[in-house]
């Protein structure tokens, strides 16, 4: 793999995103552990994602026999943001903070099986090698700023939907 591929960095966060939801679901009440790890993981996945959206999906967007999918994974981007704020304005030492942790962690690692299997294979058909190295390199560059802004933003689903 060249180290210019976008499809292989995006995959490399994800597989650091399993690795600490596995790590957090094993954690509990609120301890010390769990909050520190929730919120590496708030900074990380709110980054990850608007950094993704901005090299790989502003891109996909333009080329139209990728724009279901690409709409598609921005509205789960979307759902998946609200769902961290949700996390983060429930109680840590009940027992629904990790129920609603568990069903977050299934939909997220389905978001992700689903941009590294399905997504991801169809939009490589449509880049250019040129259009790929464009891409990591604005990831890179964005991944870091957007990770340094983002922000753990305790807001209850229902207060979302209003």
Do not use: C
Not at 4 to 12: M, Q, V, W, Y
Not at 68 to 82: G, L, M, N, P
Not at 84 to 94: G, H, K, P, R, S
């Amino acid at each position: 793999m060249s180290n210019d591929d976008i499809f292989a960095r995006l995959k490399e966060d994800h597989d650091n995103h399993r690795q600490l939801l596995a790590t957090i679901e094993q954690t509990h009440g609120e301890s010390a552990e769990r909050k520190d790890l929730f919120e590496a993981l708030t900074y990380e996945l709110k980054g990850h994602a608007a950094a993704e959206e901005q090299a790989l999906y502003s891109t996909m967007m333009r080329k139209p026999p990728t724009t279901d999918e690409t709409r598609h994974s921005v509205a789960e981007h979307h759902e998946i943001e609200e769902m961290l704020n949700d996390l983060a304005a429930t109680d840590m030492a009940t027992g629904a903070w990790l129920t609603k942790f568990k069903q977050f962690k299934h939909d997220y690692l389905h978001h992700i099986d689903e941009e590294e299997e399905d997504h991801f294979p169809d939009f490589k058909k449509h880049l250019t090698a040129a259009d790929e190295q464009h891409m990591r390199e604005v990831f890179e560059r964005r991944k870091k700023v957007e990770e340094a802004e983002a922000e753990v933003t305790p807001e209850k689903m229902e207060d979302a939907k209003e």
